[in-house]
């Protein structure tokens, strides 16, 4: 079992930059693979973006291809976000989540642990 916690959320402005960072327990976090996932008020949760558990590949959703890029760090139990060139509409709750698999997926119900979610938003 793992637990999650995101930070580095904030209020920013069109076109800057932030960077989230997801802190997780356990001794074999690096037996899971990660991913982020966002949820607008009134609208359901979407994919961002995921990586395997030994972070050779990774996917993105179209809309943040290009602008935001998912890495990690197995020593530190750490899972990151780096979000530049943000727009109003990536304003968001942000959610870390992780899977006891190899393969990643796109899917809500194909994680099994989340945290708490961090709030982005980005004023124009």
């Known amino acids: 079992q793992v637990v999650l916690v995101e930070s580095g959320g904030g209020l920013v402005q069109a076109g800057d930059s932030l960077r989230l960072s997801c802190a997780a327990s356990?001794?074999?976090?690096?037996?899971?693979?990660t991913a982020w996932f966002r949820q607008a008020p009134g609208k359901e949760r979407e994919f961002v973006a995921a990586?395997?558990?030994?972070?050779?590949?990774?996917n993105y959703a179209d809309s943040v291809k290009g602008r935001f890029t998912i890495s990690r760090d197995n020593a530190k139990n750490t899972v990151y976000l780096q979000m530049n060139s943000l727009k109003p509409e990536d304003t968001a709750v942000y959610y870390c989540?992780?899977?006891?698999?190899?393969?990643?997926?796109?899917?809500?119900?194909?994680?099994?642990?989340w945290g708490q979610g961090t709030q982005v938003t980005v004023s124009s």
């Open positions: 989540a992780a899977r006891q698999y190899y393969t990643i997926t796109r899917v809500v119900s194909g994680y099994d642990y």
């Open positions: 356990g001794s074999t976090f690096r037996s899971y693979a």
């Open positions: 990586m395997t558990r030994s972070g050779a590949n990774t």
